[in-house]
């Protein structure tokens, strides 16, 4: 490999950080908004949806470029190949970012927020997954994630029992169905997130190891 | 060693006067394999490949080591016949090299030298020889013209049906495709695909994709030293010696 695709590498790899970033970013500010019932914060990530398209493509079409261009092998292929695939997990992330702020901007409109603790405190540990595994991926370093797949079954945990408790409530209030039901479907959005960082974990494990290993 | 091995090289040293060209290499071979050989110039793979049909010992100064058995015989044993071996170990190079005569000729040549004087038989052994070799459709109109007539793809391909005509067991590769542009490249990787459904592959190849391509096992060399030999897919994905993953990343070599 030349010095060229050396360092078109390494630019790659910051490209995936920047990312993972802005959708980890889409995904913190939607928490945010559910939480203090933000309507404008919630249409500003909603407006952020095409911006996350227009930094995929063309990554994931430079990810492709340098796959043909160098045909890597060894540690540069399994960057380049786990690259392709947590670009791909990130922006889900984002989208589920962008699907949480829509709900947030649907539930401020038109009910009150109420109870959802929970669930905040579920997107909190959620996004602690996701930091450490884009911190994982940016210093090549599997130390953090480690511990990812207890992470991911105290998260599993928690999405049954907020599930379990909302049903309960809408079998008791009639009126909160309407509420309950978009807080079912952002649990049901935060759990996902965590399996996508899992994901991205295996990935991580793939490039710095060459292992593959299955957390979710 | 296991029941596939056909060549077994066991400590084996060589020197070219006092220059240590390989040094204590241990290696398995396997039948109906491809094996392939890489590394950077100079680490010693032209010759431990030309150890295997005795190609050494036309290089004065050239002393051996350790040893290198065939079917569990010592191929420098005192009983071994160095023409004996290399009928049953063919060798292509790195350029084509046809006899210049004609494409009929070029085939005919070795089982004719080795007592095959029936025409009938030659014919048969021209055809099926040019046929596994992927020609034959491209010549079997012209088998009496000049084999120099040839491109160059054809020529190598020549070269392969003119190997497999004293039917070897192995065919030893040096750098078969460096002298052929991408298309005549890959029917030789096509061709060496089908061969190993009946004969034992080594190929050298600078190419690394090449190795990728079309090898079961893969042994990096450095220095007259191997440094990793093991399943190909390992070697590329995975290596386990940094200095491997080094030379197949391209970072030094």
Request: charged share 25%; glycine share 6%.
């Amino acid at each position: 490999m030349t010095e060229k695709s050396q360092a078109e590498l390494e630019q790659l790899h910051q490209s995936v950080v920047s990312f993972g970033k802005f959708a980890l970013g889409m995904l913190k500010e939607s928490i945010d908004a559910f939480e203090s019932g933000n309507t404008e914060q919630a249409m500003e990530i909603s407006r952020l949806k095409n911006e996350l398209k227009s930094m995929f493509v063309p990554l994931e079409d430079s990810l492709f470029q340098y796959l043909a261009l160098y045909q890597p092998v060894a540690k540069d292929m399994r960057e380049c190949v786990a690259s392709i695939r947590i670009i791909y997990n990130f922006e889900r992330i984002g989208r589920m970012g962008y699907d949480i702020a829509e709900t947030t901007a649907i539930l401020t409109k038109c009910c009150s927020l109420k109870d959802c603790e929970a669930l905040i405190s579920m997107g909190r540990l959620v996004i602690t997954m996701i930091e450490d595994a884009l911190s994982a991926y940016e210093d090549r370093n599997i130390t953090k994630i480690v511990t990812m797949r207890d992470r991911d079954e105290e998260v599993d945990t928690l999405y049954c029992d907020v599930l379990t408790g909302f049903i309960s409530r809408m079998q008791e209030e009639k009126d909160a169905v309407p509420v309950l039901t978009r807080y079912v479907i952002i649990d049901r959005y935060l759990e996902r997130c965590g399996d996508q960082a899992c994901n991205i974990a295996e990935m991580i494990v793939y490039m710095a190891t060459g292992d593959r290993i299955e957390i979710n | 060693m296991n029941e596939d091995t056909i060549i077994n090289v066991k400590n084996l040293n060589l020197w070219y006067g006092e220059t240590h060209a390989l040094r204590n290499i241990s290696l398995p071979i396997a039948h109906r394999k491809v094996t392939s050989l890489i590394g950077p110039s100079g680490c010693g793979k032209s010759t431990l490949i030309r150890c295997f049909n005795r190609m050494n010992d036309l290089v004065s100064g050239c002393r051996i080591e350790g040893s290198i058995t065939f079917h569990d015989k010592d191929i420098y044993g005192s009983g071994a016949d160095a023409v004996d071996i290399r009928m049953q170990i063919g060798m292509v190079f790195q350029k084509p090299n046809p006899f210049p005569k004609s494409i009929y000729e070029n085939i005919a040549y070795g089982p004719r030298i080795h007592g095959t004087r029936d025409r009938k038989e030659l014919d048969k052994i021209v055809e099926s020889s040019l046929k596994k070799a992927a020609l034959w459709e491209e010549v079997k109109t012209r088998l009496n013209d000049s084999a120099l007539g040839l491109s160059g793809g054809q020529q190598q391909r020549l070269c392969i049906a003119r190997t497999l005509a004293v039917n070897p067991e192995i065919i030893l590769m040096d750098e078969p495709c460096s002298a052929l542009d991408p298309i005549a490249t890959a029917k030789i990787e096509d061709l060496i695909e089908e061969l190993k459904k009946e004969y034992c592959v080594v190929i050298v190849t600078h190419s690394m994709s090449q190795a990728a391509r079309v090898s079961d096992f893969t042994a990096f060399m450095y220095l007259g030293d191997l440094i990793e030999f093991g399943d190909t897919r390992q070697i590329f994905e995975n290596p386990k010696k940094e200095l491997t993953e080094n030379y197949i990343t391209g970072r030094f070599g």
